[in-house]
């Protein structure tokens, strides 16, 4: 069973930088598919961005052009870079990995604990 932890959430000026990370731990061989979700308070979770194994990327509208996935597969680690953040980035940011990638919540079967965004006007 692979294991998820995420690190380097925090708070940032609305134009300014974040990068978060997320460790993988334990079997991660089936970590063939990772992406980042986040979820504001009162919203449902939503996809961020996702990396297959080839490291295709796909991004939601909202984050194209500011948002970068990225991952080192020999360090078993999931990034994203976050540029130019507006207060509505302001969320919990969680990475998660799934066999298959997929647009679909229901889909991505391991998740980490989450890591803290905010984004201030």
């Known amino acids: 069973q692979v294991q998820l932890a995420e690190s380097g ?5 609305a134009g300014g930088s974040l990068r978060i990370s997320c460790a993988a731990t334990g ?9 980042w979700f986040r979820q504001a308070p009162g919203k449902e979770r939503e ?3 996702g990396i297959d ?3 295709s ?12 996935v990225s991952r080192d597969n020999a360090k078993s680690s999931l990034y994203l870079q ?5 207060p509505e980035d302001t969320a919990v940011y969680y990475c998660a990995s799934t066999f298959f990638c997929s647009s679909e919540v229901a889909d991505w079967g391991v ?7 905010f984004v201030s006007s």
């Open 27 to 35: 079997y991660t061989s089936s970590t063939i598919c990772m992406g």
């Open 47 to 49: 996809g961020v961005a």
């Open 53 to 55: 194994l080839d490291g």
């Open 9 to 13: 959430g925090g708070s940032v000026q």
């Open 111 to 117: 998740w980490g604990q989450g890591a803290q965004v």
């Open 82 to 86: 976050m540029n130019s953040l507006k």
């Open 57 to 68: 990327t796909s991004y939601v509208d909202s984050v194209k052009g500011r948002f970068t």
